[in-house]
């Protein structure tokens, strides 16, 4: 398949990546282009963005989570060869695993999708020297598949003369500059960026900065890199899950939580679950008082219910329905802030105490740090959601910790081998603070929707 992309890779973090993601985002779709984008890595926010605020499709890729045929095979599902894909890095170019693999880089997803890379430089304060660093990284690609260079935070002046050194010494275009520029800003919090919905104009903020793009970056040269990217094939393979869709008949409704306080998602996982039978609708917590009408199972994903724990304390019709439905023995599957929602009580860094479900008799609470952090696999402890012995990849990022984190299953720290129990999965729910991603095991998938069929033929009996 060819389809024309381009990966938005950077020395470092904080050298601009989501900025000139955005711009690209919004200026190739305001030429008319059907764009489409990708998060490397497990961040749930930056996707947000791009649907949210630009409107375009957008999920996350990540080699670790997957191997590389599954990686290329999500990379190009349901995609048409006259859309544009523009890939947003993660970290420092080279950074994977632990900062010293290349498992989980953007370089890696950029070697196993064949994408060619627009470097962007945060250039400010920097002189002469900003050649040598371009050199470094030019020497360490030996895939050479860095095809571009943005200059990030600099002055139009220095442009016109930096520009024909670097690409006279390096034989690098060099597509454009961004100035320094603080009309778009991205405020963030302990769990990262802030979300689309909190910043005040972010559209106007985002045109604003697309149109400055638009006058400093050359979309042309832009977009013959990207029409150089070389075709990839990918040869499908009819999956266990697939069959599942083709034999399905009569769909189990899961009730998906989304709202403000919860709507971290990936997108795969959800497709998954239909894939596997399930038919999802949504509902919110905060807004919500009752759940999805023949509702057979319940997934809880992450985000800030510490934010809205007030709110959340207050909608008690809501509070007593997911109660009921876990007493009820309904499949229910929560990770992070989903499996907070469902604490007795929510204390937060004030040290105000709010009361949640109480489907779980513990406490979680704030403590002030990063309690865990980065990737893991999960390994199974039992056979209702997780066979015992198998594995699932996900990750961890939260600042609460519970008084009952669960000790079902086993996660397994990829770089240092770090072992420590986690999660409760017994008596139909799984629950915990790791981020799942389902197509690493899909079986995961397929046992969630296998409870909540069971669950619906016990009703109807």
């Known amino acids: 398949m060819k389809l024309n992309r381009i990966m938005i890779a950077a020395p470092k973090s ?6 000139i993601t955005c711009g690209l985002l919004q ?104 050649i040598s660093l371009i050199a470094g990284f030019l020497a360490y690609d030996k895939e050479q598949l860095i095809k571009g ?47 689309p919905d909190e910043i005040v104009d972010i559209r106007e903020q985002l045109q604003k ?47 998906v939580a989304k709202d403000e306080a919860f709507c971290f998602y990936y997108e795969d996982n ?8 399930a038919k999802l609708e949504y509902f919110s917590p905060l807004h919500d008082n009752t759940l999805p009408d023949g509702c057979c199972g319940i997934l809880l994903g992450g985000g800030y219910p510490e ?51 109480e489907v779980l008799p513990a406490k979680c609470y704030n403590t002030g740090r990063l309690v865990r952090f980065g990737y893991i696999e999960l390994e199974g402890g039992n056979g209702d959601f997780l066979p015992k012995g198998d594995r699932i990849r996900g990750h961890e990022f939260h600042y609460y910790d519970s008084e009952d984190n669960g000790a079902d299953c086993q996660a397994i720290k990829p770089v240092t081998g770090r072992v420590y129990s986690c999660v409760i999965a017994k008596h139909n729910c799984f629950v915990g603070f790791p981020h799942l991603y389902y197509p690493s095991n899909p079986i995961f998938a397929e046992n969630f929707v296998k409870r909540a069929r069971e669950y619906k033929e016990r009703k109807e009996l």
Do not use: W
């Not at 290329?72 to 048409?80: G, P, S, V």
């Open 14 to 19: 904080g050298s601009g990546k989501t900025t």
């Open 27 to 130: 200026a190739f779709k305001d030429v008319g282009k059907k764009v489409i984008s990708y998060k490397c890595g497990p961040d749930y926010i930056d996707p947000m963005f791009h649907q949210k605020v630009i409107d375009v499709p957008a999920k996350n890729l990540d080699t670790f989570f997957t191997d590389e045929e599954t990686t290329r095979k999500l990379f190009l599902k349901n995609r048409k060869e006259d859309e544009f894909a523009i890939l947003e890095g993660v970290m420092g170019i080279f950074d994977g695993l632990g900062g010293i693999r290349e498992e989980g880089s953007s370089y890696h997803l950029a070697k196993v999708t064949k994408t060619p890379i627009i470097l962007v430089v945060d250039a400010k304060g920097m002189g002469r020297s900003v």
């Open 149 to 195: 260079i943005i200059l990030n935070r600099m002055s139009k002046s220095y442009y016109e003369m930096i520009k024909p050194l670097i690409e006279q010494e390096l034989s690098i275009d060099v597509v454009g500059y961004f100035p320094d520029c603080k009309e778009f800003y991205v405020g963030s919090r302990h769990l990262g960026l802030m979300m």
């Open 209 to 255: 900065s697309s149109g400055e793009l638009q006058k400093t970056v050359s979309l042309e040269a832009v977009l013959q890199i990207a029409e150089d990217a070389e075709e990839l094939e990918v040869y499908p393979v009819i999956t266990d899950v697939e069959v599942c869709v083709a034999d399905s008949a009569n769909r189990s409704v899961i009730a």
């Open 270 to 277: 959800l497709h998954l679950l239909e894939e596997c039978g």
């Open 307 to 357: 934010l809205y724990a007030d709110k959340l304390s207050q909608n008690v019709t809501m509070l007593h329905a997911i109660k009921k439905a876990a007493e009820s023995n309904m499949p229910i599957v929560a990770e992070c802030g989903g499996f907070m929602y469902l604490h007795s009580v929510i204390v937060d860094k004030e040290d105000r105490s709010y009361t949640l479900t």
